[in-house]
């Protein structure tokens, strides 16, 4: 298989509907990622040998010209010196030049296809391969996010976090206990304080009583002794 045909394969692969379809998405991405890079290392390597033979044509048909140049040259001389002979020679070896000239610049024209598809094949196959990258995040940010929550119910349903849970509740129990007992403490001293209230009114009462029959006493006796 030639090495546009296999990058065409490549490139024309659709990741995601294999991806969907596959048991192991992971490891077949891998597997696609491998062969991608892999094509695209031959791709450029197979780009590279086509600009170097692209530079020898070119330089080839520079020689080439500058040959046909002298031939030109060397049959105009011998016309000038009555040599037709020599000339018609010289005109046959420029023929050939020609023909050698023609041959390699239609090999050159054909090898600037080939640089032009060749170049357009490493870009798409290096975006195929930036699609299938995002993809492969994708799945290892899924593939984590599992792991982290099968983490989470593992530990949560463990022994530790039960006996944690277990003395969380008779700490709770404790503290509500001390709870209620200051609350009954303060409502306790709450009456006492009234009860103790009452009573100081009770006795002012009687004092003051005391108090307004001394006056109204006091009050006879200067009446009496007036």
Known sequence: MSIFNRVNDVIQSNIVAMLDK???PEKLLNLMLTEMQDALNECRSTAASLLCEEKILKR?????????????TKAELAIEKGRDDLAKSALIEKQRVIDVIASKQA????LKESIIKIT???ERLQQKMA???TKQ????????VAIAREKISTTLQSEKIANALSRFEQVEQRVESIEAQVEAYELTDTASTTATQIEALAKNEKIDAELAQLKASLKNDLKHTA
């Open 22 to 24: 596959a048991q192991d």
């Open 60 to 72: 080839q048909i520079e020689n080439k010209n500058t040959e046909l140049n002298n031939w030109q």
């Open 107 to 110: 090999a050159l024209e054909a």
């Open 120 to 122: 357009a094949d490493c």
């Open 131 to 133: 699609q299938a990258k």
């Open 137 to 144: 995040t994708q799945l290892i940010k899924r593939h984590d």
